[in-house]
């Protein structure tokens, strides 16, 4: 067990739909990333924020957007969804320094 | 610009046997450099690291991994696999944003 919590597990959604996906860091990790795992694509870095702040982006698509929140949870927001957005999400979390990052069993996303 | 390259899409290895999945990396500095590994349907779980200090790195499940600077490479080492070790192996490089490399998929005959 990371310690990194994501929630839900799986979800079917329509296409042009809008799903919220949550992550939990470990304790005291200020640092929230996430990333996408696609067949297309790979395992790729989306978005990382820094104690309620963006701090880096990636390919992430003007679509999508994250937010971390004070209690450090964040959120990654998908929206106008297509079939091409189904993938693993996955979060992860990282402490002062950040050079490891925990990873979350990550969220299936099935877009039909 | 960080970027890790897996040569071998996908590796079939007999039981018993050694196994070595090859990792070439591009980073500017002193890499951090990491293996994981994940079943199908599971989350990333985390075989070993690289941060500084010895090149012979130790993981957990039995493998083992070689920083070479020279060669820009990492490789990941096991001498007998099991068949619990069918799965896809991903390297990748960074510090907390990591670029991963496409994957290796490990077959295990019997």
């Known amino acids: 067990d990371s310690g990194v919590t994501q929630t839900p597990k799986h979800l079917i959604t329509a296409t042009g739909q809008r799903v919220t996906l949550r992550c939990s860091p470990r304790s005291g990790d200020l640092s929230v990333y996430w990333y996408q795992q696609s067949l297309d694509q790979g395992l790729q870095f989306l978005i990382q924020?820094?104690?309620?702040?963006?701090?880096a982006k990636g390919n992430i698509l003007e679509r999508f957007s994250a937010q971390q929140f004070p209690d450090l949870h964040s959120e990654l927001n998908l929206s106008s969804l297509e079939l091409g957005d189904s993938a693993l999400y996955f979060c992860?979390?990282?402490?002062?320094?950040?050079?490891?990052?925990?990873f979350g069993q990550g969220t299936r996303l099935t877009v039909v | 610009a960080q970027s890790v390259t897996q040569p071998d899409i996908h590796i079939t290895v007999s039981e018993g046997a050694s196994l070595e999945l090859r990792c070439n990396y591009s980073?500017?500095?002193?890499?951090?450099l990491f293996w994981y590994v994940q079943s199908p349907g599971q989350g990333l779980q985390l075989l070993l690291k690289?941060?500084?200090?010895?090149?012979l790195v130790q993981g957990i499940k039995g493998f083992e991994a070689e920083f070479k600077r020279s060669q820009s490479s990492f490789n990941l080492r096991k001498p007998s696999v099991h068949w619990s070790d069918a799965a896809e192996y991903f390297c990748?490089?960074?510090?907390?944003?990591?670029?991963f490399g496409a994957g290796t998929t490990v077959t295990v005959r019997a």
């Open positions: 992860a979390s990282s402490g002062i320094g950040g050079v490891r990052a925990f």
């Open positions: 924020y820094y104690n309620g702040e963006e701090r």
């Open positions: 990748a490089v960074g510090a907390g944003q990591l670029s």
């Open positions: 690289y941060f500084s200090g010895d090149t």
């Open positions: 980073y500017g500095a002193t890499p951090y």
